[in-house]
């Protein structure tokens, strides 16, 4: 079993720093939000997608730690009543999309609240029962620190 963290927890610091974290207790897979509710706090499709010398850099941050990307994340509502905020929604899962094809990543985090025309989800399966205890104590642990 791989077991992997959503890099959101880590969201206040930077993304060197919170993959630094990550590693140091053992966990070398990350879920990293793109977008939407999850927020851009370590990665931003718009601007990785703009700037290959940004996308270099990220990738490499993550090598540094040899830590791998699992999925984006993206969720929002690309229907919401207010127009701005249902294309801002639209915008960062296309963004998102775009990037993790840049990546190679294959799987996506998209909640498309009240619209199922896209059907790009790939939810990952963890067996809780299988989940080491003291890993995940270490993890809560650093997220409180």
């Not at 509710?37 to 601007?47: I, L, N, Q, S």
């Not at 700037?51 to 990738?59: I, R, S, V």
């Not at 639209?90 to 799987?107: F, H, Q, S, W």
Request: hydrophobic fraction near 40%; proline fraction near 5%.
């Amino acid at each position: 079993m791989e077991l992997s963290v959503l890099a959101n927890l880590y969201g206040s610091k930077p993304l060197d720093e919170a993959l630094k974290t990550i590693s140091s207790l053992g966990v070398h897979s990350v879920e990293i939000g793109a977008g939407g509710y999850p927020g851009k706090d370590h990665c931003d499709p718009e601007k990785l997608l703009a700037d290959p010398k940004a996308l270099e850099e990220f990738k490499n941050t993550f090598k540094k730690y040899d830590v791998e990307i699992c999925a984006l994340a993206t969720h929002g509502n690309p229907v919401h009543p207010n127009k701005a905020i249902a294309e801002q929604f639209d915008t960062d899962m296309r963004n998102t999309i775009l990037l993790a094809e840049k990546l190679g990543i294959d799987t996506l985090k998209i909640s498309r609240k009240h619209l199922a025309s896209l059907e790009i989800v790939q939810f990952m399966n963890v067996d809780s029962n299988e989940m080491n205890p003291d890993i995940w104590m270490k993890l809560s642990n650093s997220i409180n620190q």
